[in-house]
């Protein structure tokens, strides 16, 4: 009985030392469904990254199937930085960055997007993140996916809601 409390106790202390994680704001590539059956071979997992040249400027961008994300979700706001050449030209061949995110409900207090770990985070980001829509209103998307279940499957997933953790927009120079 005593080793069983003994184990009992231990498992309590270490449970309660340990630290919750989050990969909110750590940083992933942009990633899309491969198109062509030769992205089929040359990705097998399916996903393609995004290129610098397919995400206009200043665009909130989201992808869905990003490994590198707890969720699947990377982001790209307005204001999140573009990969450079080294004369600081955009680099229209470099994949796409952005930070790992995952749905949110409107409304939901600061903690619910809070960017816990911030080592590899850009450093403006954490200030920024907030709970906003990223995708087309309410409305629309369920009227897209009322209209036609495989397209909206294809382009949202099972996404059913418009809002992300995402960087509050207007509060620095990005570019």
């Known amino acids: 009985m005593s080793v069983r409390a003994a184990f009992l106790a231990t498992t309590v202390f270490v449970l ?7 990969e909110i704001g750590k940083p992933c590539t942009l990633v ?13 997992t399916g996903a393609v990254p995004v290129l610098e040249s397919e995400v206009a400027d200043r665009q909130d961008f989201i992808s869905f199937g990003s490994v590198e994300c707890e969720d699947l979700i990377c982001v790209r706001d307005q204001e999140y930085p573009r990969a450079r050449t080294a004369e600081g030209e955009v680099d229209l061949t470099a994949p796409a960055r ?31 993140m907030t709970c906003r829509s990223l995708l087309l209103d309410q409305e629309t998307l369920e009227a ?9 499957r294809n382009t949202f997933g099972e996404n059913n809601s418009p809002f992300f953790c995402a960087g509050r927009l207007g509060t620095s120079q990005g570019g």
Not at 17 to 22: A, H, L, T
Request: proline share 8%; glycine share 4%.
């Open 16 to 22: 309660a030392g340990c630290k919750v994680s989050s």
């Open 144 to 152: 897209l996916r009322s209209a036609d279940e495989n397209f909206y």
């Open 98 to 128: 952005g930070y790992c995110s995952k749905p949110c409900i409107d409304g939901a207090s600061a903690s619910a997007c809070e960017v816990k770990d911030t080592t590899d985070v850009e450093p403006n980001l954490p200030d920024r």
């Open 32 to 44: 899309r469904k491969a198109a062509t059956p030769q992205e089929e071979i040359d990705y097998p």
